[in-house]
């Protein structure tokens, strides 16, 4: 699987590492290089700085022939402008974005976009643990 990720922090970072480490093509995009340094000094994959946002960006990251895109930034409007690209303009197959405003999670489902709330995701592990 080629995979192209929008951001560097963490998730990003911990994300791109276990791809590699599995083998497969990744390319992480950030505004900023210094976050890159969180990727391990093994990472196979490429980085690139610049806009994922912009289509040019996008087509030397290789999203035209990725089978997936992941937008991780704090960044919501961002996450979902990106993903809306790789999936109505590049034709990415699964396409993935952070939401961290849970209110607009079902926003952007209705969009088509396979939208995450950490804050959800991380309520309903809580809950499921109370109730062990």
């Known amino acids: ?8 922090g ?3 970072s911990e994300l791109a590492t276990l791809l590699d480490r599995e083998g497969h093509g990744v390319v992480v995009i ?3 290089p210094a976050p890159f340094k969180r990727l391990p000094a093994t990472f196979g994959g ?3 700085l610049g806009d994922a946002t912009d289509e040019e960006v996008l087509r030397r990251a290789g999203l035209a022939s990725a ?23 590049f034709g990415v197959r699964k396409v993935i974005c952070r939401i961290y405003d849970p209110l607009r999670e079902e926003f952007y489902k209705t969009l088509g976009l396979e939208a995450i709330s950490p804050i959800m995701v991380f ?9 062990e």
């Open 1 to 8: 699987m080629n995979a192209v990720i929008m951001g560097s």
């Open 10 to 12: 963490r998730v990003a």
């Open 30 to 32: 950030d505004l900023e």
């Open 46 to 48: 490429k980085t690139l």
């Open 67 to 89: 089978d997936a895109f992941i937008a991780l930034t704090r960044d919501d409007d961002r996450n979902a402008m990106a993903a809306q690209i790789a999936k109505h303009i």
């Open 123 to 131: 309520a309903r592990l809580v809950k499921g643990r109370l109730e």
